[in-house]
């Protein structure tokens, strides 16, 4: 079972959190939390940093208006420390962040020093990490079920087998065009609409299988929704290094993709048919430009 370190400060966001654990306890994941600690502010540095290093295998964290408590000899707060300990083992990191507009008790906002030391977190995630805000503790919960319940399925998506090939370049050349702005705008808008709002992506990091430079995850993403409900199947087409074989997958947590491996670049091309007998042609051309290492969805 995958093992999520729940990080934030504690009397603030006590009901956040709880949310979150439940959660997560429902999508089948282990929260590893203060609470087991005794549920105060004051958790043990050295026992915090065991348990991400040792028992952990994703890092959520959850941050309001207070910096937290501050250990003898420690110049920036556990919350921080524990940041920096997931980060130092390269565990997948969740960070969500209040949004500045949220009302919020005013015992439960820092100033001074913790405010300064606060705001400089704060920025440095979210130049490191895509973080995601929240307004409510269900919207918090359900944000990160749902990202940790993709990250889990992309998990459990079977490796196609990879072949070693030569590195693909392309050459392209930008022409102006002269369509209006309305033009191209309903250009996209019928793409949309073509599509279903659907679209495929992707998702790299450095691979673990000989021979091969990346790992990639490919998979569907639906603009302003996590609804697959009305997706059938998705059929992945990869090429002749994967032997012209067709790769189907089905909705898992929320996800519809595969994973696999290359050395090279490539196309993807992807039949997804709809519960109503349509079907619509998908195509991402995976480069090796956007690879991602670790943060709020990312892998």
Not at 12 to 27: F, I
Not at 150 to 172: C, E, T, W
Not at 178 to 193: F, G, L, P, Q, V
Request: net charge neutral; glycine share 6%.
């Amino acid at each position: 079972m995958t093992r999520v370190f729940l990080s934030s400060t504690f009397t603030d966001l006590t009901a956040y959190r709880s949310s979150v654990q439940q959660g997560l306890r429902q999508l089948g994941a282990i929260d590893i939390s203060m609470e087991h600690f005794g549920a105060r502010d004051e958790r043990p540095l050295e026992e915090c940093k065991r348990v991400i290093e040792k028992e952990s295998d994703l890092f959520v964290g959850i941050y309001a208006h207070r910096y937290g408590f501050i250990p003898d000899g420690e110049k920036i707060a556990i919350t921080e420390i524990e940041y920096n300990t997931a980060t130092a083992i390269s565990i997948p990191r969740f960070i969500y962040i209040l949004n500045e507009n949220q009302e919020w008790k005013p015992a439960f906002i820092d100033s001074g020093t913790k405010k300064k030391k606060l705001d400089t977190f704060k920025s440095a995630l979210l130049k490191r990490h895509i973080c995601q805000d929240f307004a409510s503790q269900d919207q918090l919960a359900t944000k990160v079920v749902a990202d940790i319940g993709r990250h889990i399925a992309m998990q459990k998506v079977p490796m196609v087998n990879p072949a070693p090939v030569n590195d693909i370049g392309i050459d392209s050349q930008y022409n102006p065009a002269d369509e209006t702005s309305d033009e191209w705008n309903n250009r996209r808008d019928s793409i949309k609409i073509e599509n279903r709002n659907i679209f495929l992506t992707h998702i790299i990091r450095p691979s673990t299988k000989p021979n091969q430079k990346f790992d990639v995850t490919i998979y569907l993403i639906r603009q302003k929704s996590d609804d697959f409900a009305d997706v059938e199947l998705a059929e992945f087409f990869l090429g002749r290094y994967w032997g012209n074989n067709v790769f189907p997958a089905r909705e898992n947590n929320g996800f519809i993709g595969i994973s696999t491996s290359a050395y090279g670049t490539f196309l993807c091309i992807c039949r997804v048919t709809f519960k109503d007998g349509s079907q619509v042609y998908l195509n991402r051309y995976i480069d090796f430009e956007s690879q991602r290492t670790g943060g709020a969805g990312t892998f």
